[in-house]
């Protein structure tokens, strides 16, 4: 069984600095991470995805991931906040014994400050 | 091409109303989801189909039956619903429903029950 865990329901950011949004997860067996983009009124958009190739995941808009197996995190950051990264952030798990079952955090609410 | 189509975009029903949702994707992707989301929540699985048939049902209440007539097409067929199921239903789709495999979300429609 898998189960994440968003630290932040809400992080609050300047524009053009850094952003951190953290996530830890627990899983049974290899996990499949993902972060997830949901800007109001939208459907969820993929960032990017880690499945065991690289430890740091790149995606869209600047942001990435470092999977920490120790840690059992999975925390995404962008250099430099843009004010149209004011959304909610999901951090997702899944893994072999899912189905097809994504296991959600709670989201942290991204607010960006001129 | 990684997009999910979904329509209607908004739709206001009565509790006596039948309506239908529909979904969309030219992926070539054999499985396909609806999830409901509630206001400041993560979205909650309701079903999954794998190769046109139904495998997941997460205890979803019988006023709401989907249907998928081909591996292109997720309908959502809603009766007697009562405004506690107004929320946002997303699909979703990936190539295949196991675990690991990356969910493409269509934009969504928002559901008022009056």
């Known amino acids: 069984a898998q189960s994440v865990t968003q630290l932040d329901s809400h992080v609050s950011v300047s524009e053009g600095t850094p952003v951190l949004l953290r996530c830890n997860y627990s899983s049974s067996y290899s996990p499949s991470l993902f972060w997830y983009v949901q800007h109001p009124n939208k459907g969820l958009q993929l960032l990017l995805k880690?499945?065991?190739?690289?430890?740091l995941v790149k995606g869209i808009n600047g942001f990435e991931a470092e999977f920490k197996k120790s840690e059992t995190s999975f925390h995404l950051t962008k250099p430099s906040a843009h004010m149209s990264d004011a959304a909610e952030y999901f951090c997702v798990v899944t893994g072999t014994d899912s189905w097809g079952k994504l296991q959600f955090g709670a989201g942290t609410q991204v607010v960006v400050t001129p | 091409d990684t997009e999910v189509t979904q329509t209607p975009k908004h739709l206001v029903m009565g509790m006596t109303n039948k309506k239908s949702l529909k979904c969309e994707q030219h992926?070539?992707?054999?499985?396909m989801y609806w999830y409901k989301q509630k206001a400041k929540k993560p979205p909650e699985l309701m079903f999954v189909y794998s190769y046109e048939k139904l495998s997941i049902n997460e205890s979803v209440p019988s006023r709401f039956s989907p249907e998928c007539p081909n591996s292109s097409l997720l309908n959502l067929h809603l009766h007697a619903l009562q405004p506690e199921d107004s929320a946002l239903y997303l699909c979703?789709?990936?190539?295949?429903?196991?675990?690991?495999?990356?969910?493409?979300f269509g934009p969504g429609t928002r559901l008022l029950v009056l």
């Open positions: 880690y499945t065991s190739a690289a430890t």
């Open positions: 979703a789709s990936s190539q295949a429903s196991g675990g690991g495999e990356t969910q493409y």
């Open positions: 992926m070539g992707h054999r499985a």
